[in-house]
């Protein structure tokens, strides 16, 4: 294992680099078909709450390395990770792939995007 390799493994968190992305266009197509997507929030609890995807779960980027097992995801499936302009969603996404869930990506541009669409949100009172 390269030094570099090693230092981003360490430091997985870390918002920078560049990871597979889906548009909101694409990701609003995969919902409305019908297609099995997982979709994994990673913003503030208190983020998710005010507005999310219909469908996501959260899972606060400081926690997703020790909630992964009860997400159940399954790795067969697509996995989109959220957050709001898609930069926690990178270290998600590298995390996710690092645990075997190569269909990991992240929404380009974030849920900042996907009010720009106007696309279906949920709010949790």
């Known amino acids: 294992m390269s030094a570099f390799d090693r230092l981003k493994k360490r430091f997985w968190w870390l918002p920078f680099g560049h990871v597979p992305e889906i548009s909101a266009n694409e990701l609003h197509r995969l919902v409305n078909g019908g297609k099995p997507v997982q979709i994994v929030d990673v913003r503030s609890e208190a983020e998710w709450r005010r507005s999310h995807i219909p469908g996501a779960v959260s899972a606060p980027i400081g926690a997703l390395k020790h ?6 995801l399954d790795a067969h499936q697509p996995i989109i990770a959220i957050c709001l302009s898609a930069h926690r969603s990178i270290p998600a996404v590298r995390l996710l792939r690092a645990r075997g869930f190569e269909n990991a990506v992240q929404l380009k541009g974030g849920m900042l995007a996907w009010w720009r669409q106007h696309y279906p949100t949920e709010r949790v009172h």
């Open 67 to 72: 909630s992964l097992t009860a997400l159940q």
